[in-house]
């Protein structure tokens, strides 16, 4: 019994690639002892049985990048788009999602969406991780600290954060240079 289920994820991997092929309307002659390597974001990397590489346009293969068969994103870029679907939520002080958020919370949900916890308060969140020496060095998905330890955010790049601020204020986008930033972590 154990075998079918280490096997039903597998063949769940394969129905999905499939699928994405017949998503992305991409025709291939399949022989049989063909196997193209793959990547799909969030399922994985394997093999397409009855497919070679010559069969999948480039922009479809595998470390080529752009297509929807590219490099699965990292666990900080995750955390961003996680944040990033919940702007236009609202503040609430103690809320961690998935509705409502106060700042730590935001961050805290949004990495948990991306498979990491971490502490839940934003002076929690500033004492644990990787050190960031400065915004120059800072990547996407980065935890920013703001105003002594007391706000948290998680940034987008270009100077751009995301974060939920105050009553009344939804979550949203800001630029880094508003607030007096405190310290940068990498979880």
Known sequence: MAKHR????KAAKTAVVSGALAVGALAL?????DAAPISIPGVGSFDLPGVNENQIPPEFQQGNGGGILS???NRAQRALRAAESKIGSP???GAAGPNAFDCSGLVYWSYKQAGKTIPRDSYGQLGGGQ???SLAQAKVGDVLIF?????????AGNGQFVHSSTYGVPVKRDTVKAWALTGIRRY
């Open 29 to 33: 002659a399949a022989s049989p002892a």
């Open 71 to 73: 490099a699965q994103p």
């Open 6 to 9: 280490i096997e039903q994820p």
């Open 91 to 93: 503040y609430s002080y």
């Open 131 to 133: 050190p960031v020496a």
């Open 147 to 155: 105003n002594g330890g007391g706000h948290a955010g998680i940034y």
